[in-house]
């Protein structure tokens, strides 16, 4: 039970810290209309899909509430135009050390064990301070 609580805080911990780094880079704007308000961080691939991306700022994308889920061209559109302009848009977007960068990663598959929550904190915490 302990090893569960501790895992659950480490996650906690890590979210809180990439979000704050996301919003940081991206001078709390929308990277996509630039937008100041109803911010959200996108992973860019999704967590369900690479959890060992979960919490790397290479996949964070900040995007005000339209572009993240409620616009018609938005990350989570659920018309195939809107996900197909958000895709082409994302791919202009990034450069192409961090689009492949993210897509390795994605092939890596790793158990998101204590120890690397642990390290992934420190890490995040270390942006932090820089």
């Known amino acids: 039970m302990e090893t569960r609580k501790k895992k659950k805080r480490l996650q906690t911990s890590s979210k809180r810290l990439w979000n704050k780094l996301a919003m940081e880079r991206a001078n709390h704007k929308c990277e996509r209309c630039g937008k100041t308000t109803n911010l959200n961080v996108h992973h860019i691939i999704g967590k369900g899909r690479c959890r060992v991306l979960r919490w790397d700022l290479a996949n964070a994308l900040v995007l005000c509430s339209s572009?993240?889920?409620?616009?018609r061209v938005s990350a989570h559109s659920t018309n195939y135009f809107g996900q197909?302009?958000?895709?082409e848009w994302l791919d202009?977007?990034?450069?192409?050390?961090?689009?492949?960068?993210?897509?390795?990663?994605?092939?890596?598959?790793?158990r998101v064990t204590i120890q690397f929550l642990e390290e992934e904190n420190e890490r995040l915490k270390a942006l932090e301070q820089s």
């Open 67 to 71: 572009c993240h889920t409620f616009g």
């Open 84 to 87: 197909k302009m958000f895709a």
């Open 92 to 110: 202009k977007y990034l450069d192409k050390n961090r689009a492949d960068y993210l897509q390795t990663r994605e092939k890596q598959s790793m």
